[in-house]
């Protein structure tokens, strides 16, 4: 059994019997791996606190070939993001892309996904509170984008062809914005200059956060959350990122 050693973050952790837990790790080296932590429910676990959702730190697991499922033998915490707990809103987006990060990452090494993940959870930590919304949306667009799903907003979807300013035709199922012939041959949505100058700029590392009011706020929400059902889910059910969508701490 080879021993692994890699950064890690914890995107879920399950019991297992009674003293022991499954988790699923996002690893930088080794994508997104399954491992069994055998006693760690037990009162005096050599893990203590450490195998929280969203910690962050060093796992060594055992491996064994032909398995998906890996023996822990130890995660040494780095990072335990506890802020994060303290603000619903942080919360159900760190949620919305662990979710994302364990559905749809790979189980191999995609360093990049893996440092964008552990960048944005320190992003929300440390964004003050009128920003963590516009952030969030930039995160999610980031880590599909990482993913291989980003959305054309410059170029016709479809054919390639050069899209001029402004408004234009935009279709979740073809994957961004269309020409006026693909539109008309396929179908899609209207995504006014406003809303393609804020996904533009979401989209951009660099570029200042747009300020979104709430109706514009709800519509982006919807797209970006339609946008990762259907490219990414597979009909998979999204529980946290259905929480972030409809986001219930907030008074309707």
Do not use: N
């Not at 997104?32 to 006693?39: E, L, R």
């Not at 929400?221 to 259907?230: D, K, T």
């Amino acid at each position: 059994m080879p021993l692994i050693t890699t950064p890690a973050i914890i995107l879920s952790a399950l019991r297992y019997s009674e003293t022991s837990k499954i988790v699923r790790l996002a690893t930088r080296e080794h994508g997104v791996q399954s491992a069994i932590a055998k006693g760690a429910m037990r009162p005096r676990s050599r893990y203590g606190a450490a195998l929280q959702v969203l910690s962050e730190g060093q796992a060594q697991y055992l491996t064994k070939e032909h398995r998906e499922l890996h023996v822990l033998t130890a995660f040494d915490l780095q990072q335990l993001h506890v802020s994060l707990a303290a603000d619903l809103g942080r919360y159900a987006t760190a949620s919305a892309l662990a979710e994302v990060m364990l559905r749809f990452a790979p189980a191999d090494p995609h360093p990049e996904s893996y440092d964008l993940f552990r960048d944005a959870l320190a992003a929300l930590e440390e964004a003050p509170a009128d920003a963590v919304e516009a952030l969030g949306f930039r995160l999610l667009w980031h880590l599909v984008s990482a993913l291989g799903f980003a959305p054309s907003l410059d170029e016709c979807a479809r054919d390639g062809a050069a899209l001029p300013e402004g408004a234009l035709p935009f279709s979740t199922r073809e994957g961004g914005a269309l020409c006026a012939t693909c539109a008309a041959e396929h179908g899609a949505t209207r995504l006014p200059a406003e809303a393609r100058a804020d996904l533009a700029a979401l989209l951009d590392p660099e570029a200042l956060l747009p300020r979104l009011d709430p109706r514009h706020a709800a519509a982006h929400r919807r797209l970006l959350a339609r946008y990762v059902r259907h490219h990414l889910s597979e009909g998979i059910e999204l529980p946290a990122l259905e929480f972030w969508e409809q986001r219930p701490w907030v008074p309707a």
